[in-house]
């Protein structure tokens, strides 16, 4: 049943493509295979809460299974939370074992979600300290 999952998500991928309006793009590459995904996520107003993902790219049925599963699963959530989700937390959600070599695989998403973050929120600090001085 679980296998099912990932052969319906890898077959008919959500929200696949792009977001009109967005807040940030990032891609990555899974290093072992080359394959990339690209995902850009919108946030709400305050940007502490994802509103919309959209993902796109190339990669393995774990891989773009695991992809269109996060996209739905960001959706409302914290960045905070998102920032915290670990590799067995992706294992949990695509509900199946994992080989140890797959596991690039499984995480590409995530990682290229987070890492965006983590580059939207570097130049965001850039842009304060050079607008305003009092941190
Ligand atoms: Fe993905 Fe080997 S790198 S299956
Ligand atoms: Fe390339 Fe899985 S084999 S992402």
Redesign the pocket.
């Known amino acids: 049943m679980y296998r099912q999952q990932i052969l319906d998500h890898y077959k008919n991928p959500r929200n696949y493509g792009e977001l009109d309006e967005k807040t940030y793009t990032h891609a990555g ?2 290093p ?4 990339e ?1 690209a995902i850009d996520v919108k946030l709400d107003d305050d940007e502490e809460t994802i509103e919309r993902v959209a993902f796109r790219g ?7 299974a695991s992809a269109s599963m996060l996209s739905k699963e960001l959706r409302g959530m914290s960045v905070e939370e998102m920032q915290e989700m670990d590799r067995d937390d992706v294992i949990d959600m695509l509900g199946v074992d994992i080989s140890p070599m ?1 596991v ?2 499984a995480v ?1 998403a995530e990682k290229v979600v987070q890492d965006g973050a983590d580059i939207y929120e570097g130049e965001k600090e850039l842009d304060k300290t050079t607008t305003e001085d009092d941190e």
């Open positions: 590459e899974n072992m295979c080359g394959d995904i190339d990669g393995c049925a774990i891989s773009q797959r690039k695989c590409l």
